[in-house]
T-cell receptor
Framework: GAGVSQSPSNKVTEKGKDVELRCDPI?????LYWYRQSLGQGLEFLIY????????KSGLPSDRFSAERTGGSVSTLTIQRTQQEDSAVYLC??????????FGNGTRLTVT | AQSVTQPDIHITVSEGASLELRCNYS??????LFWYVQSPGQGLQLLLK??????LVQGIKGFEAEFKRSQSSFNLRKPSVHWSDAAEYFC????????????FGKGTRLSVIA
């Protein structure tokens, strides 16, 4: 694959349900990021994986949010007990250290 | 902590006019600076980046940006705007160690009128 791939592209879920969002980074990229984009709020950093280091979880808004990265490649962002304020576009990006980020097209999450 | 301020939420310019989008950053060390563009319904695309060296950097689509350390600014410019430039523009700052995530501004929405 040439770019960062995210799935699903759209997800509608009921309040209180759990969701999983997937990111497949560019092959060989050691760093992987999750951001959230809400209307008028720009890009909000959520979590950052760099190689085998412990992830930087400082941006996760609550303990309902978690992410893992298996085998240094694919990452899954999980939101438990979704709330309406979780509705946003969730963006994944990857890069090599000190190189620009390559973004996926995002997952648009709507919580009803 | 790193932060980025884009003072203009929305700018409207006429096609053919010049453009300057403002970006100010706060960072304790030598920053890496980026401008990204997001067209409607599209993903984020890198326009240009500054790592070191010449403080005036050229990017794609005729854009350029100038790093001014004394002003903590990295403003984006284009001499003549095209209708296709209508989009959301994001400035971002990162560390030169690559060990911290990029911090983005809230974005500036550019509208282009005939």
């Amino acid at each position: 694959g040439a770019g960062v791939s995210q799935s699903p592209s759209n997800k509608v879920t009921e309040k209180g349900k759990d969701v999983e969002l997937r990111c497949d980074p560019i092959s060989g990229h050691t760093a992987l990021y999750w951001y959230r984009q809400s209307l008028g709020q720009g890009l909000e950093f959520l979590i950052y994986f760099q190689g085998n280091s412990a992830p930087d979880k400082s941006g996760l808004p609550s303990d309902r949010f978690s992410a893992e990265r298996t085998g240094g490649s694919v990452s899954t962002l999980t939101i438990q007990r979704t709330q309406q304020e979780d509705s946003a576009v969730y963006l994944c990006a990857s890069n090599d250290p000190v190189s620009p980020l390559h973004f996926g097209n995002g997952t648009r999450l709507t919580v009803t | 902590a790193q932060s980025v301020t884009q003072p203009d939420i929305h700018i409207t310019v006429s096609e053919g006019a010049s453009l300057e989008l403002r970006c100010n950053y706060s960072y304790g060390a030598t920053p890496y600076l980026f401008w990204y563009v997001q067209s409607p319904g599209q993903g984020l695309q890198l326009l240009l980046k500054y790592f070191s060296g010449d403080t005036l950097v050229q990017g794609i689509k005729g854009f350029e940006a100038e790093f001014k350390r004394s002003q903590s600014s990295f403003n984006l410019r284009k001499p003549s705007v095209h209708w296709s430039d209508a989009a959301e523009y994001f400035c971002a700052v990162g560390s030169n160690s690559g060990n911290t995530p990029l911090v983005f501004g809230k974005g500036t929405r550019l509208s282009v009128i005939a």
